[in-house]
């Protein structure tokens, strides 16, 4: 048993993931003392690449880690999406120098091993932060007076406050809420492929993205260019459920027939494949009750489609330990103020992701309608658009979404 020291204000962070660790750093810098609670048994992150946007590197210098991460980011030159039909582009913002100067901070892209390692680094140099691997929890009580997780082998962990921060399939979230996670029947695979295996034509500095009927593909380079990240999306022919599990070069195959050789010509390249059939969940307007609260794809999973789910839980971090400060350790205030922050904000980019998603898979007439959305658009009015997003900072992060 855990009990908290009376001498300070203690917490329990559930799930070591980008989220969690990223929490766990924004309570310490509280001088919160927390736990950090992951059910794995070694410390570490699955899947490829993730993309990190102004945004996103506004929320690391914040905890401290931002020069960390951009050591083993690449800094792309420009996002770009591209019909997968006939291989015309079809829109095109620049992030290089122009993009900076409009968001204060670059946008890269990074293996999420890298990003997780850049926060795991800080977190295990922190005095105040205690990290306890193979714990799964499967209860969460609360007195008034104090929060307390159970695992499975009976052991309890008690403090002033619990942040679930344990993902779409959530225990913490199951307790506070007990609702279904939606699933899309979108799949995704991503793999990555050594620069050597990448074809020549499709070696740029740059998420490129190739939206196709019911489907799309992205590349883009990691750790110095060494490596590509590869990640193909399609409406699944089957019923799935949420879940990771190893792919069929078969099955992708399956579903990009009509695509131009140009961009299909990555289907061959990855000698294994990891599959993802997604799942996201209808915004809520509570995600806190008393002493516990959700945070990242706990409180708000989302589908990849702006590239915004790890972005989103930084920002989360940030603006909790933010809330943390501004009420004096109240957690029950902080977490009030926390979703008065987050949750308009998270649920706007959740459904932006959605609409995207319409964007990449249209087909027929719906597709001649996106092809022509951006034309002769110019980039300021591309980065007016994303300002809402990009233009994050932990300096108003409490402030009311639209003011």
Sequence with gaps: MNNPSPSAPTAIVVGGGIGGLATALALSRQRIQVDLLEQAATIGEIGAGIQLGAN??????????????????VFTEHLTMMDAVDARPVARVETGETYRRRFGNPYGVIHRADIHLSILEAVQANPLIRFHTSKTVVDVVQDGRTATVIDQQGERFTADAVIGCDGVKSAVRAKLLGDEARVTGHVVYRAVVDVENMPADLQMNAPVVWAGPHCHLVHYPLRGGRQYNLVVTFHSRAQEEWGVKDGSKEEVLSYFEGIHPLPHQMLDRPTSWKRWATADRDPV????????????????????????????????AVTLGEAIGRTDGDFEAAFGLYEQARIPRTARVLWSAREMGRLYHAKGVERQVRNALWVGRTQEQFYDALQWLHGWHAGDCLAAPGR
């Design 56 to 73: 996103a590197f506004a929320a690391l210098d914040a905890l401290g880690v931002g020069d960390a991460a951009r050591s083993r980011a």
């Design 285 to 316: 307007e509570q995600w806190s009750f008393g002493r516990v609260t959700l945070l990242g794809d706990a409180a708000h999973p989302m589908t990849q489609y702006l590239a915004q789910g790890a972005c989103q839980a930084l920002e989360d």
